[in-house]
């Protein structure tokens, strides 16, 4: 039976392998030699599937093309971004978001608006790797979604675009009910390095009750030279 990805807590879009007791992230060269063995088929097989394949098949050949990098299927993974399935659209923007091509900016934003949890939650992130200030603005409006996963998923990705439009909406989000989400905030505002941030990331170390958010801001104050976050 098929799986709808809405029903399923989003998880991370990176490959990690054993090391040790512990897992770590792969390299960019690590990952592609791994998707190339797990994809093993020709592109233009996986293309064909994209266009023509049940919906199982196309969610797997919008997977493969995201994680074998191959922009000259830009064009088809756009098209997909329109499939009648949620799978294949989220798997389509997050093809997108391992391409990082700044073309696919302007063809995010409708996936925001999605029925679909796991195609915002996909759209989201790839804006995040993608990284363009054109991005800002819609990630804004989606830090005010009633779902706090997604509202900590859009924090992360503000954080990697590291614009400073986005500091007044992620200092609110320090005070969001959800500590995943303050804590996100927190990190997201160290990346940007905005110092306007300081009064209330002190606030947050001296007066958040959950220790994760409390070093997140104590880090963020650190990473802007800061004597008290540290």
Request: one cysteine or more.
């Amino acid at each position: 039976a098929m799986i709808d990805k809405s029903e399923v807590k989003p998880s991370e879009d990176r490959f990690v392998l054993p090391s040790g007791n512990t897992t770590r992230e792969l390299s960019a060269d690590e990952s592609l030699k791994l998707a190339k063995e797990t994809y093993n088929r020709p592109v233009a097989e996986y293309i064909k599937d994209l266009r023509y394949g049940t919906a199982d098949a196309r969610d797997v050949a919008a997977q493969a093309l995201g994680s074998l990098k191959d922009k000259s299927t830009l064009k088809d993974i756009f098209e997909s971004l329109k499939d009648n399935d949620s799978n294949v659209r989220a798997a389509a923007a997050d093809c997108l978001g391992y391409f990082g091509d700044k073309s696919a900016i302007p063809k995010l934003e409708p996936l925001l608006r999605d029925q679909s949890r796991a195609v915002k939650y996909s759209a989201i992130k790839a804006y995040g790797n993608i990284k363009d200030e054109r991005g800002v603005w819609p990630l804004l409006a989606m830090m005010d979604e009633q779902d706090r996963t997604l509202r900590k998923t859009t924090a992360g990705a503000l954080g990697k675009i590291r614009s400073k439009v986005a500091t007044g909406r992620l200092q609110r989000a320090l005070y969001d009910p959800s500590s995943d989400v303050r804590a996100a905030a927190a990190e997201a505002i160290g990346e940007i390095g905005d110092i306007h941030a300081i009064v209330d990331l002190c606030h947050i170390v001296a007066q958040d009750d959950d220790r994760n958010v409390k070093f997140r801001a104590a880090r963020a104050l650190a990473r802007m030279g800061d004597k008290g976050g540290l």
